[in-house]
């Protein structure tokens, strides 16, 4: 949800710095999932000025 509503790295940390702090150990291993899905998702998708040239 966060990279199809356009949450920036940054912002994303930050939220999840605040998971850590409030959840302890367990915030903190979710945290960790959650930035690796969302460093997964961004590397996937292309830039918008990207240009396809399959021929």
Do not use: N
């Not at 949450?7 to 945290?31: D, H, K, N, R, Y």
């Not at 969302?38 to 990207?50: G, I, L, N, W």
């Amino acid at each position: 949800m966060a990279v199809d509503k356009g949450i920036s790295q940054e912002e994303l940390i930050e939220f999840l710095e605040v998971v850590m702090t409030m959840q302890g150990c367990p915030g903190e291993e979710w945290a960790l999932k959650a930035y690796a899905a969302f460093k997964e998702c961004t590397s996937r998708q292309q830039p918008a000025d990207a240009v396809c040239c399959a021929h």
